[in-house]
Each structure stands twice: as C-alpha cells, then as structure tokens.
C-alpha cells in the first residue's frame, strides 16, 4: 500500500521559516515528479513545487521562487520543502503529491492527475 505522510506545518509568523516533509512507503521514487500543492481557504489547489525523481530538477510556482527549496533524501524515501521570508498569503493545507505529471501541468489551473495524494498538513503564517 502506497502511502504519502506529510509532516511539519504549523503556525509562524510572518518572514519565519517551516520544513514539510512528505515521507513515502509502498514505492521507490523512481521515474516520478514529487512535490507539493496547496490550498487556501477559499480557493483553488494550486502547485507549489515539484522535483523529479529521475535527475533531481526542481521546479516552482513563481510566487514561491526564492523563498522555497524542495530536495529529496532517496534513502529515506522523503521530499521536503523549506520555506522561508513566509508571508499571510502562504497560509493554506499543503499536500504532498505523486504521479507523471509534467512539470508544466502542476502550475496551470485545473484537476491534477496524481497518482498518490497525501492526506495534508496546515501552515498558519500569522502574526
């Protein structure tokens, strides 16, 4: 049984720094972008980042680039995203994904076509 456990969130204040981490079991990350959506109140899901399995390249939403860094440790099995300079509107359940999906797709509004989903961990960015 695949699983995606996300850890990490909670409340910062505004410029703090949050490490998520997504732990996977049931496979090996081979051949599969990884990474992280959010979803604020309200809104829609949106892709934050992604990283490939295959050769390590990153990407990111432009409202996060130079703010965040995702990285993978493949001997843990686990993603993880530092987040710093966070501000109020980076408040939102993030949620770690896997699946094909092209990097392209993962910033585009839409259903993301994922096959694993984790259940979610909340980041509050709150003064």
């Known amino acids: 049984q695949v699983q995606l456990v996300e850890s990490g969130g909670g409340l910062v204040q505004p410029g703090g720094s949050l490490r998520l981490s997504c732990e996977v079991s049931?496979?090996?990350?081979?051949?599969?972008?990884i990474g992280w959506f959010r979803q604020a109140p309200g809104k829609e899901r949106e892709g934050v980042s992604c990283i490939s399995s295959g050769d390590g390249s990153t990407y990111y939403a432009d409202s996060v680039k130079g703010r965040f860094t995702i990285s993978r440790d493949s001997a843990k099995n686990t993603v993880y995203l530092q987040m710093n300079f966070l501000k109020p509107e980076d408040t939102a359940v993030y949620y770690c994904a896997l699946g094909d999906l092209k990097p392209v797709g993962w910033f585009l509004p839409g259903d993301y076509d994922m096959d694993y989903w984790g259940k979610g961990t909340l980041v509050t960015v709150s003064s």
């Open positions: 049931g496979l090996t990350l081979d051949y599969y972008y």
